[in-house]
DNA sequence: GACCAGGCACATC
DNA sequence: GATGTGCATGGT
């Protein structure tokens, strides 16, 4: 692997200087941003605004007790915009569901657990896999954990750094090794990639305005697929 | 109309 | 452990 201490680092600080912060998540409270972080499940963001405007519009994220109170077809019904509704509307129940059995559905409670124990409590609620259990911890509960994604995996991979087929602990692994333990720092850094990965290998695939072009060590290549 | 999006569970080999 | 499939909407 073609990688010191300093790269992970360095590519954080290329990107921050030409984006900027981002200013993440995209919500207001830790339970707007559970429930956003079950409905953005291989789903674009803008489907999940139509979603959580619908959920907010019946005051549904108001407390986790309102979504005790909703039935699973009524909450299907309102996240219908961000797809797999009746999958996404079990989920969230599943979550809800653990909040309540060992939580008093408080969400203080269950965020003053340990890291680690609350990791492994959330990955074991149906529908909660690692990215969405990591983005949970990051993003609601302000837990140094690295978030790993499908763009992070696709750019660092075609730049050289580490092969794609690497696993989710693996990568996750690579980055939380090489950074500082700094909630922060995460929160901004995987922020920083789904940006790049959406606004420029996506819509200008040339590469040629990416901030990151002196890591590129693949090109050229002639489609979307091969980019990314 | 095809392809994609900030995954996950489950079946099968 | 690797690979395949269902889940579904809305934008390009």
């Known amino acids: 692997m073609t990688m010191n201490k300093n790269t992970l680092l360095d590519i ?14 995209p919500g207001d409270t830790p339970l707007e ?3 956003g972080a079950i409905l953005t499940q291989n789903t674009a963001w803008t489907n999940v605004e139509k979603a959580i405007a619908n959920l907010k519009q ?4 108001s407390s986790p007790a309102k979504i005790k109170r909703s039935g699973r077809k009524a909450l299907a019904r309102l996240i219908r915009p961000a797809g797999y509704y009746n999958v996404k509307s079990a989920r969230i129940k599943n979550f809800i569901d653990f909040l309540d059995s060992g939580y ?14 609350l990791r492994s409590e959330l990955m074991s609620v149906n529908g909660i896999g690692p990215e969405t259990c990591d ?11 690295f978030v790993v994604d499908a763009y992070t995996k696709r750019i660092f991979s075609r730049h050289g750094i580490f ?10 692994e690579i980055f939380m090794r090489s950074l500082p333990s700094d909630e922060r720092l995460y929160n901004e850094y995987h922020a920083l990639i789904v940006r790049l990965g959406k606004e420029l290998c996506r819509k200008k695939p040339d590469c ?17 697929n091969n980019i990314i």
Do not use: M
């Open 12 to 25: 954080y600080n290329k990107l921050y200087k030409f984006f900027g912060p981002q200013h993440w998540w």
């Open 33 to 35: 941003i559970i429930v």
């Open 58 to 61: 019946v005051r549904l994220l």
């Open 104 to 117: 008093g559905l408080s969400l203080k409670r269950l965020g003053r657990r340990e890291t680690a124990k």
């Open 135 to 145: 983005s949970i911890l990051l993003y609601a509960f302000k837990k140094p954990v």
């Open 163 to 172: 092969s794609e087929s690497l696993s989710y602990d693996k990568v996750q």
């Open 208 to 224: 040629g305005n990416c901030p990151l072009k002196e890591h590129l060590n693949h090109l050229k290549t002639d489609s979307y």
